[in-house]
């Protein structure tokens, strides 16, 4: 004896298409990202450097001062659907549920882009708990075309908490990998192959701690600052200030002991 198995709501024939049991918050149902970039960069620079927020402590302010020169931005219109809430009559007491209108809402995202002397600077703010994915997506293709354009050379520098020490991406082996906004970014680079002339350096820097908010040992922090000396042109007193704009950006909490 064989046992079909019952389904109590048949599809009709008729119905081509299946229902659509879609997630109201899905950015499938959304537009796409509108990107703006405040003010072309027409000049050429030798050099370019892409770091993230959390390593943002290698331009110490107080003898990197850096001049801000525009800034790419990308919005992202999301669809917030009804909510309900309790209400309370004050006749008789009772609750009621009480559905609000469905409302829509933006979220911006935004690249700054510095200039030091003969250098182009872009510093990626990474915080996956409060910035989808494809915001970072669509900058960095923008970002990526203009670095193209105005640099000779590039150095990026990607937070891994998957490799030791400070190492190239030539040198990455399974399973040490990379993510987040500033690998969408390397990705786009790779997609725009520079120039004859252009030299990339992809440089893979050690670190602990969630995306966005990485935190980098002394040995990895010595690394970082001696190839900066030697690249970037700094007044005497850069590594000093660099040391203690790290300790101010919470690197030393990673030497107490305890994470939390």
């Known amino acids: 004896m ?7 709501d048949h599809i009709p024939r008729h119905q081509v298409d299946s229902i659509n049991y879609s997630d109201p918050n899905s950015l499938l149902l959304n537009a796409e990202p509108e990107v703006n970039i405040s003010n072309e960069i027409t000049r050429k620079y030798s050099k370019g450097f892409v770091v993230p927020y959390s390593m943002s402590w290698l331009f110490p302010p107080d003898v990197i001062h850096l001049q801000e020169i525009s800034e790419i931005s990308a919005t992202l219109k999301q669809n917030v659907g009804a909510s309900s809430r309790d209400v309370q009559d004050n006749l008789n007491g009772q609750f009621y549920e009480v559905e609000s209108k469905p409302t829509a809402k933006e ?4 690249y700054k882009l ?27 293709e923008i970002v990526a075309k203009v670095l193209r354009e105005a640099t000779s050379s590039l150095t990026i520098l990607v937070n891994s908490d998957h490799v030791t020490g400070v190492k190239s991406l030539e040198e990455l082996e399974p399973p040490e990998f990379i993510k987040g906004a500033v690998a969408a970014l390397v990705l786009s680079l790779l997609g725009h192959c520079g120039g004859p002339d252009s030299k990339d350096s992809y440089i893979l820097v050690q670190s602990e701690g969630p995306n966005g908010f990485e935190k980098h040992n002394i040995a990895v922090v010595d690394d970082l600052i001696g190839h900066m000396a030697s690249t970037l042109s700094q007044p005497a007193d850069y590594v000093s200030s660099t040391y203690n704009c790290w300790k101010m950006h919470a690197g030393s909490q990673f030497q107490g002991g305890l994470y939390l």
Request: with cysteine; glycine share 0%; hydrophobic share 40%.
């Open 107 to 110: 979220v911006c995202l935004s």
């Open 114 to 140: 510095y200039e030091y002397n003969d250098t182009l600077i872009v510093i990626v703010l990474e915080d996956d708990m409060k910035y989808p994915p494809i915001l970072h997506n669509y900058l960095s």
């Open 2 to 8: 064989i046992f079909k198995q019952w389904y109590s």
